[in-house]
């Protein structure tokens, strides 16, 4: 289930993404959106509607899919804390420090 709607939830983003990017702004931006050269097909104002309800629309399913994909993960990990448990490998004792070598005397 979680597969699926991470899957869902990427192709959201890519296409929020491109109709951003498609949106003409307020320094003329990419402006693809625009009527010029498609046969009056929309006009200019219609593209800009249309791509603003699907920019919401988008949004709106991104902010969903977000909420939705952390409500059904939140109770997969087991808390756990670095404090509670040593790490494996390692003892809790530290090492103790050698001994000083015993000083040799010089015999005749």
């Known amino acids: 289930m979680a597969t699926v709607l991470l899957v ?3 192709f959201v983003t890519l296409a929020l993404i491109g109709v951003v990017l498609l949106q003409r702004s307020e320094g003329g931006g990419l ?4 009527s010029q050269g498609m046969g009056n ?3 200019g104002r219609g593209t800009a509607n249309l ?11 991104f902010f969903a899919l977000s909420l939705t ?11 756990v804390s670095i404090l ?3 790490a494996s490998g390692t003892t809790a004792v530290p090492a103790l420090p050698a001994a000083p070598a015993a000083p040799s005397v ?3």
């Open 41 to 43: 097909f929309m006009s």
């Open 51 to 61: 791509l603003t309800r699907t920019t919401a629309i988008l949004g709106t399913a």
């Open 106 to 108: 010089p015999t005749n």
């Open 8 to 10: 869902l939830h990427l």
């Open 31 to 34: 402006g693809i959106g625009s």
């Open 69 to 79: 994909l952390a409500i059904l993960n939140r109770g997969t990990a087991l808390p």
């Open 84 to 86: 509670d448990a040593p």
